[in-house]
């Protein structure tokens, strides 16, 4: 599939916030049929909507494919704006609402939501608080946020220096947070295979800022109290991680962004119908890793889901 033929992009008018206006960014797939089952696509930090593969597995396995570029991301990034800024995760949730609306118009028969790393927080807030929650059917996560990869003191501080910080400061910020080997590791131009615009996920990446540090970690200590998700989940994470320096093996082959121990841990929690998937030589994006990685990972997920479909079916017979 290709990005600019296969897809439809609609700018949602969202309400004015305090940087004044605000779009997001609705995509779907000129394929899909309606009428059946679909999934909502929720992308990470320094991130956006670019992964069309990802559209034509769910295509193929008769899953119609909508995905968001959330307010001050990728498409819906707008003039005057700071990049991927947020001041409470719950800002999401607006066009989360309206995807999820639209979704409904199309008739989806059990809507999924897909949510990679940020976007698999998002998700988790959204099943937690969301208006339409109750219309989602099952949350797929993809290497999802659930803690700061760093040591136990810097941990233990930043909650409290970012929650000062940015309130006395709200657009202070910290240089980029994800290594520079990570996007490096999937540039066509450097050593990887796909190809992504470096204005909307820049290799530098973009500031954190300190509210948006803060909005994040007030996430995580709601995300870990655990056992609140009331529809099946299922948590997908590489076997191991690492914090290579530079550009090497681990890079393609580990997480070199989150500490999978961390997603383990957490995830285990999130619900009473928790699934984890690990997939041995997986990066960061599990669907962004090697060929016959991701293969193995799109085919474990899809059994899931069929799984799934066929108890939703059984249930509602």
């Not at 001050?72 to 704006?81: M, N, P, V, W």
């Not at 929650?163 to 066509?188: C, D, E, I, M, W």
């Not at 540090?213 to 009331?230: F, N, P, Q, V, W």
Request: proline share 5%.
């Amino acid at each position: 599939m290709n990005l600019e033929n296969d897809f439809d992009y609609t700018q949602l008018t969202l309400d004015d916030d305090y940087e004044g206006r605000v779009t997001a960014c609705f995509i779907s797939a000129k394929a899909n049929v309606g009428s059946r089952a679909a999934v909502l696509y929720l992308h990470g930090f320094v991130d956006y909507f670019f992964q069309a593969h990802l559209a034509e597995q769910f295509l193929h396995n008769n899953i119609d494919f909508y995905a968001l570029d959330l307010r001050k991301y990728g498409r819906a990034l707008l003039d005057g704006q700071h990049p991927n800024y947020c001041r409470d995760v719950s800002e999401y949730f607006e066009e989360i609402d309206l995807a999820v609306s639209r979704l409904e118009q199309g008739a989806a028969t059990s809507i999924y939501l897909l949510g990679h790393s940020t976007g698999g927080l998002i998700a988790n807030l959204y099943l937690l608080d969301g208006a339409y929650r109750q219309k989602i059917k099952g949350l797929i996560l993809n290497s999802p946020f659930f803690k700061f990869n760093l040591p136990v003191h810097l941990r233990l501080i930043l909650p409290l220096l970012s929650r000062v910080l940015g309130a006395a400061f709200p657009y202070s910020n910290t240089p980029g947070v994800l290594p520079p080997v990570y996007p490096q590791s999937l540039h066509k131009d450097y050593y990887g295979e796909w190809d992504f615009n470096l204005e909307w996920k820049p290799i530098a990446g973009f500031p954190a800022y300190f509210c948006w540090l803060s909005a994040i970690s007030k996430a995580h200590k709601k995300i870990r109290k655990g056992k609140d998700i009331e529809v099946p989940v299922l948590v997908i994470h590489s076997a191991k991680s690492s914090l290579p320096e530079e550009y090497g093996t681990y890079a393609t082959n580990t997480d070199i962004v989150l500490n999978v121990e961390d997603i383990k841990s957490i995830g285990t929690a999130l619900g009473p119908n928790t699934t984890l998937m690990e997939v041995n030589g997986a990066m960061h994006d599990i669907f962004l890793s090697a060929p016959v990685v991701r293969k193995r990972a799109f085919a474990q997920m899809f059994a899931w889901i069929a799984s799934l479909e066929l108890n939703n079916r059984e249930t509602s017979a």
